[in-house]
């Protein structure tokens, strides 16, 4: 079946250092990647998204790179800021026949320290 | 307005005793979910309607249920509480694009 994996559970930054947060996942159909990021006390938000294979996508200074060769859409950030403290979830989209189903991986709490 | 607003924020329940969710959407968004989020693990999907059509999760199919009387509400029911359902209650809509809108959550604590 689908599934997300995201290998860090926990990951502490000062600021001002690059954010790399890991997202792979499996699907046999097509593929639609998002990263969500909850604050504290928030509804989970999307951040970004992507289909497109080897394609950079941009949002709120986060960017990723959805690459189906090795099934992965890391998520990165040249520079940690203290508001970037949050959860990160990334997550599989799948539409079928029977509706549109998000499958998320185990989430990444990320804090960032002055 | 993209809010999804969900009712009660924390709800406490006895074991043994039925569970009431509601959520709501203004954005006639055709697709609702319900996912249950426990501390460190990943939201977990336990049902979705797809305008009238409920899919539910096979893991969890007996022990939720869940109604939409209109494309703006959707509940989530638990019959008969147990310690293990103490989780929040997150509910979501969307257009079927894949980005979903999520409410604040339901927070459950079974006594």
């Known amino acids: 079946g689908d599934s997300v994996t995201q290998t860090e559970g926990l990951v502490t930054l000062t600021e001002g250092l690059p954010v790399m947060l890991n997202c792979t996942y499996q699907t046999a159909y097509s593929t639609f990647l998002f990263w969500y990021v909850q604050h504290l006390n928030e509804a989970p938000k999307l951040l970004l998204k992507s289909s497109t294979d080897n394609k950079r996508t941009e949002h709120q200074g986060f960017h990723a790179t959805l690459h189906k060769s090795s099934s992965s859409f890391h998520l990165q950030k040249s520079s940690a800021q203290l508001s970037d403290s949050a959860l990160y979830y990334c997550?599989?989209?799948?539409?079928?026949?029977?509706?549109?189903?998000?499958?998320f991986g185990g989430g990444t709490r990320l804090t960032v320290r002055p | 307005d993209t809010t999804v607003k969900q009712n009660p924020r924390y709800k406490l329940a006895r074991v043994g005793k039925p569970v009431n969710l509601i959520c709501s959407q203004t954005m006639n968004h055709d697709t609702m979910y319900w996912y249950q989020k426990k501390p460190n693990q990943a939201p977990k999907l336990l049902l979705f309607?797809?305008?009238?059509?409920?899919?539910r999760e096979a893991d969890t199919f007996e022990k939720f249920q869940s109604s939409r009387p209109n494309n703006s509400f959707c509940s989530l029911y638990i019959g008969s509480a147990g310690l293990e359902y103490s989780a929040m209650y997150l509910c979501?809509?969307?257009?079927?694009?894949?980005?979903?809108?999520f409410g604040e959550g339901s927070k459950l604590t079974v006594l």
């Open positions: 979501a809509s969307s257009a079927n694009t894949g980005q979903l809108y």
């Open positions: 309607y797809y305008d009238k059509i409920l899919n």
């Open positions: 997550a599989l989209f799948m539409n079928n026949n029977a509706g549109a189903k998000l499958t």
